[in-house]
């Protein structure tokens, strides 16, 4: 993830979320006061750091794994987290790989984690805390009351957020239809998008840590960012200057990669549309209309391709006679009598939220 917490842990976060056999297991290691090196994965790579311990390859059970945590050595998992591979193992990373940690356990999974893309979850004794490793990251566990007590903080944030971005949405819809879009228009909504986006990574994040417990964070998630995603490809679509070395996907990835503080730069933001640069913030622009003709029932985007292609812009589509869209591949007279009817119906809604 290019902000907050890192994509590669999810899987990870995924085997030790509560309601997992492996949760079940850690979480008796802590109640036994214990301490646990646990590596989840037995491939070769794994197993030319391993030395000494003894072979079980027997199934893995919760009881069992708080048992083998006795023992000091690492305790060598199946990839799937479905079998005790090894136990009290003594790993033997590269010495020169670097590490923040102090303890001994902790600076041995770092470097395990570092050196192999397996995961490594360390149970602290001392302090009863569990973390994972993966590929250079760590997440520290939080107890299930303080990571939903950060869920719902998160999602309220993320509903006063979508608001604001369904206002210049609006705005915007009500702008192209009038012919009055100025890159300034534009880029507000992206910057609210992209925005919206991040706080939903965040909280996509939380889920996984919450596992069974994250189910109504997870449909909370969805409500509030449905079709979030969708308007924020179509509005780069609509305005985006195409060429070699810029494509669409380019619009999106560019987006998700500036740093918050850049975010907030209206400039740096229309950058990722790739517009002319002698085009300021004030300078007037034409939508494609892909994002207006999404809004029309089953109208494919593929159609909506073909009109646009076409007409050129989403005003000369408004203007375009019922005869002049049957005469686009694959519309017909129903089509053109949906797309004609709807635009208005588009275009009547939002002059009407814009000013009432």
């Not at 149970?123 to 250079?136: A, R």
């Not at 997440?139 to 971005?165: E, H, N």
């Not at 002698?278 to 073909?306: M, N, V, W």
Request: proline share 4%.
């Amino acid at each position: 993830m290019a902000q907050g917490r890192s994509e590669v842990l999810y899987a990870a976060l995924r085997l030790v979320a509560p309601g997992t056999p492996l949760r079940e297991g850690i979480d008796r290691i802590l109640q036994a006061k214990m301490g646990a090196l646990i590596v989840v994965g037995d491939g070769p790579a794994v197993l030319n750091i391993c030395s000494g311990g003894f072979l079980l390859d027997a199934e893995f059970t919760p009881q069992r794994l708080s048992e083998l945590a006795k023992m000091d050595g690492a305790i060598i998992l199946a990839s799937d987290g479905t079998r005790v591979a090894r136990a009290n193992v003594h790993l033997v990373p590269d010495p020169d790989i670097p590490t923040n940690e102090t303890g001994t356990r902790h600076r041995t999974a770092e470097r395990v984690a570092r050196q192999i893309s397996v995961p490594v979850i360390t149970v602290s004794e001392e302090m009863g805390v569990v973390s994972v490793h993966y590929q250079g990251n760590k997440q520290t566990l939080d107890r299930i009351p303080r990571v939903l007590a950060r869920a719902d903080q998160a999602l309220q944030i993320l509903g006063r957020y979508k608001s604001r971005l369904d206002g210049v949405t609006g705005a915007l819809s009500a702008l192209e239809v009038e012919d009055l879009v100025t890159v300034r228009d534009v880029v507000a909504v992206l910057q609210r998008a992209e925005m919206v986006r991040r706080i939903a990574e965040e909280i996509e994040g939380y889920v996984v840590e919450l596992g069974l417990d994250g189910r109504l964070v997870e449909l909370q998630l969805e409500e509030l960012t449905g079709g979030v995603l969708a308007d924020l490809r179509l509005v780069g679509k609509d305005y985006f200057v195409e060429s070699p070395e810029w494509m669409l996907t380019q619009v999106t990835a560019r987006l998700a990669h500036i740093s918050d503080d850049e975010l907030l730069d209206l400039r740096v933001v229309s950058s990722v549309l790739h517009l002319p640069t002698e085009l300021d913030l004030d300078s007037s622009l034409q939508p494609r209309g892909f994002r207006l003709l999404s809004k029309i029932p089953r109208l494919p985007e593929t159609i909506a391709a073909h009109v646009i292609e076409r007409f050129g812009t989403l005003p000369k589509v408004m203007r375009a006679s019922l005869a002049d869209l049957v005469e686009v591949e694959g519309v017909g007279e129903a089509r053109a009598r949906a797309i004609k009817d709807g635009l208005s119906r588009v275009a009547e809604t939002s002059i009407l939220d814009r000013y009432a």
